[in-house]
């Protein structure tokens, strides 16, 4: 079983910069300096052991996946025939190759595991679930929930 990483110590100051960048992950050093109280090189070197020790994990585009056509979210919920450790990782190694599930949490729950998959409409969807998600390892059962509205993302 995986080890759950460390937990970081951040101050004051490192706070900042974590939400300064959550909100705006394009920012320059120089407005980040600027907007947590700190002169650039500080910030600068804060900022690089944020990355390094893995509290930041990256910077990417988020997309809005309605003006792709992708407004479809269901909810899977997975229980699986199989819950030794080898069953779980193959589940989890292919269900990370799955495209439209978004999110795949392992649960304490009547059900092993609840995806989050986004598609297109409840035709791709059920393509989406005949096809990739019941053809999982160890798959038994599958049970959906179709999200109506999204009201916090």
Do not use: W
């Not at 020790?53 to 997975?78: K, N, Q, S």
């Not at 069953?87 to 495209?99: G, K, M, S, T």
């Amino acid at each position: 079983m995986k080890k759950a990483p460390a937990a970081v110590e951040l101050d004051e100051f490192d706070r900042k910069i974590v939400a300064a960048l959550v909100a705006d992950g394009r920012m320059t050093v120089t407005d980040l300096a600027k907007q947590v109280g700190l002169s650039k090189t500080p910030a600068q070197v804060r900022l690089k052991r944020l990355i390094d020790t893995g509290v930041i994990r990256g910077f990417r585009a988020i997309i809005d996946p309605v003006r792709l056509g992708l407004d479809h979210i269901a909810f899977t919920e997975v229980k699986l025939a199989d819950t030794r450790e080898k069953a779980l990782q193959e589940f989890n190694a292919a269900v990370r190759r799955i495209p439209e599930v978004e999110e795949c949490h392992m649960l304490a729950s009547n059900f092993d595991y609840l995806l989050k998959v986004r598609t297109a409409d409840i035709r791709r969807y059920r393509i989406v679930l005949g096809e990739k998600i019941s053809s999982l390892p160890h798959v038994a059962s599958t049970s959906t929930f179709v999200a109506m509205e999204t009201i916090k993302d």
